[in-house]
């Protein structure tokens, strides 16, 4: 008889393969299962008996940018783990954009202090365009030693159709030396025909996570793509994609929350949150949760995690009720999660990233005509609409008009002082007077304000210089809140309790000085700097 470390029973544990629950025994040591069933051939030290409760293996997040979150990696852990979340794969081109290959470098060393198992896809558009201004370029050169670090797990969202398409040279190599490496490619589709979802399949991209509608992924699965069903903070897309699955193609989908901040992830959860608003709309719990981990190993070829079967590792959330994603106990690596594996700090990363000149009028606004094109933004999406309406202007610039919810917004160059600011006008926000400007503008991360006067705008600017990076809050030229993000202008070097707080500091100062709104007015700001969402934005050098 062999001893080993631990014995888990119940009378209803998860079969990912046959999507059925069914008692069973669970034997692990060293931190993997290495045998199911009842035996007489090992002994175990500890034995738990979950007689009553629900056993699945451990969620893995299929597609998601940390920075997003504004925690660094081992913070993020804190909160998720305790969810279930056991897996995440992680794209951290938000840093890169900022800092390059020490961005990438310092997002993996940190996720090392977590028990959390953080595999990195590594950042395919950095810039995301040819025509944006970010603080890093990345070339397959300069990422292909990082193929040598096994939680490296491939390349990242390739959002670059054009480049992709024309084989231009040094996309086609990070293709290939991602596919040398024995490594797996994600997609980014958004706005793509089906003829254009076949060249990226030609190209052996395999994953997408960009359909907000049934009809995208229809296509999505025809085309032979892992389908990443996505609900973060402002995509909220799991509600009108879910109705796509059924139990003839549940094994090509798996659930991302993509972008999600701290307060939403404590508020409502992540991959947990996915699950439970999937069994509400109709899906099996058995479906649902191997969706939410074998289902996105598999996507990402990555072996022997998120089932509950011999040599997998020991990833185990105890469930008190499946249907609400009740977790009663969360297993990592066999290993019970507790408070007492919390014990970290992150890792700091000193680089100023707040390079740029600003003088108050360099935010004037110019036009000929008072009739002007306006973004209009649409509640939890990150698309927007164009709007063409008359403007108030004086002495040949535009005024903002609070009544007609008429803002400007301006996107400042803040990686290498070039003096670019990209000005435009943009409807949604519904501020009655003052500013929000902050240092998250995806995906090159430059300064990006909206506000009611240009004083208010130009001191919110100033301030976020003055601490590093950030969101503030400015009102009658007073800052209101501000939640700094000393690393690279995107992270906070504080604990996920104190971010969350200075987060909702923020939120309440900005419904201090705006109407009513039914969405994050922060993180939908930062994506009206997208470039590759195929609708207006404003970058740098302009709108788009």
Known sequence: ??????????????????????????????????????????????????AEQYIVPGF???????????????????????????????????IANVAGENGIQYMIDDAHQSLLDVYTMLPSSVPCTPFEDSGATLTAKKMKPFYQDSTVRGLAEVMDYPAVSSNQPDMIAKLNDCLQAGRQIDGHGSGLSRHQLDVYRQHQISTDHEATTI??????????FYVFLREGTVERDLENTVGAVNESNANRFAFCTDDKLVDSLLNEGGINDCIRKAIQHGLRPETAYTMASFNAAQAHQTPF?????????????????????????????????????FNTRPLSFAKNTMN????????????????????????????????????????GNFCPDTVKDQLKMVVVERHHNTGKIG?????????????????????????????????????AIQHLQKVGGGITVFANHHELATL?????????????????????????????????????????LSFLALPVIPTLKLTARGPL
């Open 423 to 459: 000005k435009a006008i943009v409807k949604g926000f519904n501020l009655t007077h003052g500013a929000v400007a902050s240092s998250i503008a995806h995906d090159s991360h430059n300064i990006i304000a909206v506000g009611t006067n240009d004083a208010d705008l130009f001191a």
């Open 60 to 94: 893995i997040d299929a597609h998601v940018h940390i920075e997003s979150s504004l925690l660094t990696p081992s913070e993020l852990a804190k909160v998720i783990l305790p969810q279930g979340t056991t897996s995440i794969f992680i794209d951290p081109h938000e």
């Open 215 to 224: 009809r995208q992924i229809q296509e999505r699965i025809n085309e032979g």
């Open 356 to 395: 740029f000149s600003l003088f108050q009028p360099d935010l004037e606004l110019s036009l000929k005509s008072d009739t002007a094109n306006i973004i209009q933004v649409i509640p939890n999406h990150i698309e927007t609409e164009h709007l063409v309406e008359p403007v108030s202007i004086h002495n």
């Open 484 to 524: 700094p993000l000393q690393i690279s202008g995107l992270m906070s070097n504080l604990s996920y309790k104190e971010t969350a707080q200075k987060l909702n500091a923020i939120t309440a100062a900005y419904q201090s000085i705006s109407r009513p709104i039914a969405f994050n007015p922060f993180i939908t």
């Open 305 to 341: 995690i998120g089932a509950l079967n011999p040599n997998y590792q020991a990833d185990i959330v105890v469930l008190d009720d499946p249907y609400d994603v009740k977790i009663h106990q969360v297993i990592k690596k066999g290993h019970l999660i507790s408070n007492h594996d």
């Open 1 to 50: 008889m062999t001893t080993i470390d631990l014995c888990i029973k119940s009378n209803h544990v998860l079969n990912v393969f046959s999507r059925l629950f069914e008692p069973n025994v669970l034997w692990i040591n060293d931190g993997k299962i290495i045998a199911t069933g009842e035996s007489s051939a090992f002994h175990a030290r500890r034995t738990l008996d979950y």
